[in-house]
């Protein structure tokens, strides 16, 4: 059995190191960093159960501890990265923080024999319900954020393998919460460390068949009247003209791209590759947000209504993602833009 583990282990970790060494062949580099990061953290839990087993509680092992027990954190992160195009915001890095801190305070009551004390036994409460908090906030994304997706390759990974890793992620973490006194069988190490080897050899099979066009290229995103007309799209290019530039659906609160295929009665796959292929857009809500922070833009200069029935007019549901997303396009914020357009008119 021990023989087995250490071999599947250490199989894991030359996929995971593989992993590590492709992602950094592409020009994706925050999201390599978070990638390569997580494996390091995933390599650390593999190594920890036969550290603890063969060596007295030192610095190694604490390193490979504080490193293990960061693997949820950077998971949460290359969803964010991977499947919504966003980097870490200064609320991800307080969470950071905090979750260091009591990671911590947690493997310092240990080291001090005081891992059974109350104080103990809080900060392992601490920490599972950081380290559970951030697995769902994963899994949430990856679902919140999966209809407005227009890369096929990223709806089937979300579908068949990231999915199915928060699945595992959560279930060893309940695994700890229910069975808080007692030591992790052999039998169930051996079953993460397969499922991690699994994991891995999925994920390096399916990143060699990414095309690198997808890896290494940066999208040019284009709104529907700059685009040139091509025979064997003209006709849904006109669809999305109509509703979009005549009707003006982008106004429409909470529009989906069910509702436009509903709308134009087109299937969605063939919106979702038009946008992408065409129009350079990852994500429709992107697609969706140019037209309304441009039409936010022109009311912006010509009408003296406050920022907010502005942002709900063009179909935003809140102040604070018209803020992120007029950003995104204008390099400033609504209220810079219209300062900046009020002081053009004086002059």
């Not at 060699?208 to 995103?221: D, E, G, T």
């Not at 604070?320 to 995104?328: G, L, P, Q, V, Y």
Request: glycine fraction near 4%; aromatic fraction near 12%.
């Amino acid at each position: 059995m021990i023989e087995t583990d250490l071999i599947i282990r250490c199989l894991a970790i030359s996929q995971l190191f593989l992993t590590a060494i492709l992602v950094w062949r592409t020009k994706k580099r925050e999201a390599s960093l978070a990638i390569s990061l997580f494996c390091l953290s995933v390599i650390s839990y593999l190594l920890l159960y036969p550290l603890f087993n063969k060596f007295e509680p030192g610095f190694i092992t604490s390193i490979a501890f504080m490193l293990a027990s960061m693997a949820q954190f950077f998971f949460l992160q290359v969803v964010n990265i991977f499947f919504r195009d966003r980097m870490p915001t200064l609320f991800h890095w307080l969470g950071f923080i905090c979750f260091m801190l009591v990671v911590s305070a947690h493997l310092g009551l240990r080291l001090g024999g005081l891992g059974e004390s109350t104080l103990g036994v809080a900060f392992y409460w601490a920490h599972l319900f950081l380290a559970m908090s951030m697995t769902i906030g994963a899994i949430v994304l990856i679902l919140l954020s999966w209809n407005s997706d227009l890369l096929e390759i990223r709806r089937t990974i979300r579908k068949y393998l990231l999915f199915v890793f928060s699945i595992h992620i959560l279930l060893t973490l309940a695994f700890k919460i229910f069975f808080l006194h007692m030591q992790a069988s052999d039998v169930v190490e051996l079953v993460n460390a397969s499922a991690i080897l699994l994991y891995s050899l999925v994920v390096n099979i399916s990143w060699l068949s990414i095309s690198k066009a997808y890896l290494n290229s940066v999208p040019v995103k284009m709104k529907l009247d700059s685009l040139e007309p091509k025979v064997e799209e003209d006709g849904l290019r006109k669809l999305l003209v109509k509703v979009f530039e005549e009707q003006q659906i982008y106004l429409e609160m909470n529009l989906k791209i069910s509702d436009l295929a509903d709308r134009i009665q087109t299937p969605e796959y063939r919106i979702r590759r038009f946008i992408n292929g065409n129009l350079g857009y990852r994500n429709f809500n992107e697609f969706l947000n140019r037209y309304r922070v441009e039409e936010a833009a022109r009311r912006l200069q010509d009408e003296d209504e406050s920022i907010l029935n502005i942002s709900l007019d063009v179909g935003f549901s809140s102040l604070s993602s018209f803020n992120r997303a007029f950003k995104e396009v204008f390099m400033q914020t609504p209220s810079q833009f219209k300062r900046e357009m009020s002081n053009r008119s004086r002059q």
